[in-house]
């Protein structure tokens, strides 16, 4: 016995299925292409992002937690020099750093909200410890990567650093 009641009951059920699923696709796809350099982008996800600074692409781990902040790179291996660490906090301020359990020399970049220079010390020595280290203006970010780095870049105040989208690491 055929239904075609049923039947056409049965094509809008799956119409509607399939323009839920276009719908849904298309979000996701929008969400992919949102702009993860934005502060609020940084802080909602966790992982590796790449950062462009002059002509350096860095595998950069985020320490976008309060632990992660406090611990950061101390009992770390040394970093390559396309690694970094990218220090995220939630609103600008006079972030001091200092050398503790590091076994490895650092060069700190503090970026402000825009992602340009503010302030940089280089070649800081794990021995060092416990002197601090602060920028000159206010910064959101911070940048640390391996010592010496920053002078063969030319990084100077001002620089911008580009972030890419999230890795997911």
């Given at each position: ?57 860095l ?13 950061g ?75 010496g ?21």
């Amino acid at each position: 016995m055929h239904t075609p009641c049923y039947n056409q009951n049965m094509r809008k059920y799956l119409l509607l299925l399939l323009v839920l699923a276009v719908i849904i696709i298309l979000a996701g796809m929008i969400g992919l292409k949102k702009d993860s350099s934005s502060p609020g982008a940084l802080q909602s996800h966790q992982g590796t992002i790449l950062v462009k600074i002059k002509s350096a692409v860095l595998e950069t781990e985020l320490a976008d937690t309060p632990e992660k902040r406090q611990r950061g790179l101390s009992g770390h291996a040394p970093l390559a020099e396309n690694q970094a660490m990218l220090f995220i906090f939630e609103k600008p301020d006079f972030y001091s750093f200092w050398m503790k359990d590091l076994a490895f020399p650092l060069d700190i970049i503090w970026l402000d909200g825009g992602f340009s220079v503010v302030g940089t010390a280089k070649n800081i020595s794990p021995k060092s410890f416990p002197k601090t280290f602060l920028p000159d203006s206010p910064a959101m970010y911070v940048l640390e990567i391996q010592a010496g780095l920053a002078d063969k870049l030319g990084l100077v105040i001002g620089d911008k650093a580009e972030l890419s989208n999230i890795l997911g690491k």
